[in-house]
């Protein structure tokens, strides 16, 4: 009877917090979609139209991961895409040139191999994306080949399917056995896949969740859901970096996604970055826009006249 009395005693004391438990709960995520739209509308009304400029182009064009993720590449495309971006920096040299060229793992090589500009990256999409619905073993492997090809950095998708059945130690792991793949040398982007996590709430566990499991970056989308960046996922992904930059002094770079169809939307989180997170995040290094649209609308603004150059 005295041992079955201590037993359930012993069941009183609430289980002791998982790491991951403790990580969240220095954070409020507890915040309400309504408060982040309202914030928003008055960052763009208040702040958006003196960034409408063309210093600020200038820059967002240097923060373009210039991208191509189509099922139709191929070696041939994806070499002449990256010749493109050698020749864009004979043709525009008063111009910076694109942050990243992105693309698929079996290409790393060929872009590696044709890459003439320096300080351009060489990203790769990794880990079975854009579903993430792999086994480990694969993500890692293709990870790893990535690397051994070239990439310089690696985005991945956060196992969206764990973290919405509440599997945040799963999610964690994952991330942190991937980022231990690349390396300290080669970064790694986690894509929150914000259109399919939906709230503010679980915009800014993923985000936290993704830090603290060893992110370099996050980033909003794939581009291949149906919702991709908003305003409002960028918002709150930036608000959880600066929290995550007070609580533990890592700067974490911001990439916003999938459906930066014109230079207003780039000016838009532009001048996000720069209310929440400040002028240290409005480099080419800690904010980069993934995009294949845009270059040419952003340099057709730049020059004045309709450019067609990528």
């Given at each position: 009877?005295?041992?079955?009395h ?10 002791r917090?998982?790491?991951?438990e ?8 507890n ?10 509308k ?11 400029n063309l210093?600020?182009?200038k820059?967002?064009?240097?923060s373009?991961?210039l ?17 493109r ?20 793992p079996?290409?790393a090589?060929?872009v ?16 079975s994306?854009?579903s ?25 998708v ?12 799963g ?7 991937l ?9 790694m ?28 970056y ?9 919702v ?26 911001f990439?916003?996604?999938?459906g ?12 996000i970055?720069?209310?929440?997170l ?5 480099t ?11 270059a ?11 450019v067609?150059?990528?």
């Open positions: 009877m005295e041992e079955k201590h037993h359930e005693h012993h069941h009183e004391h609430a289980p917090q998982s790491k991951i403790q990580a969240l709960s220095k954070y409020n995520c915040i309400e979609d309504a408060e982040v739209a309202a914030a928003v008055k960052i763009i009304a208040e702040k958006v139209p003196e960034n409408d210093d600020v182009k820059f967002l064009f240097g373009i991961e991208t191509t993720l189509k099922t139709t590449d191929s070696e041939e495309s994806v070499l002449a895409f990256t010749e971006v050698n020749e864009f920096d004979n043709q525009y040299p008063d111009l910076p040139h694109v942050a990243t060229i992105c693309v698929y079996c290409f090589r060929v590696s191999e044709s890459l003439e500009v320096d300080g351009v990256e060489i990203a790769c999409v990794s880990g994306f854009p993430s619905q792999a086994l480990l073993e694969v993500k890692v492997a293709e990870t790893a080949l990535a690397v051994k090809d070239g990439a310089t950095e690696i985005d991945i956060m196992p969206v399917g764990k973290f919405l059945s509440g599997d945040y130690e999610v964690a792991d994952e991330i942190s056995e980022k231990q793949t690349c390396g300290a040398d080669v970064a982007k986690v894509i929150l896949e914000t259109g399919d996590i939906v709230t503010a709430s679980n915009i800014k566990k993923a985000s936290i969740l993704s830090m603290y499991a060893g992110a370099d996050i980033k909003t989308s794939t581009g291949k859901e149906k991709s960046a908003t305003p409002e996922a960028a918002y709150v992904m930036c608000q959880a970096i600066k929290e995550y930059y007070d609580e533990t002094g890592i700067q974490i770079g990439k916003p996604a999938g930066i169809n014109t230079p207003m939307d780039a000016v838009i989180y532009y001048t970055v720069k209310e929440v400040g002028e240290k995040w409005l080419n290094k800690w904010f980069r826009m993934g995009t294949s649209r845009l040419n609308l952003l340099l057709s603004e730049i020059e004045g006249r309709e067609k150059f990528f």
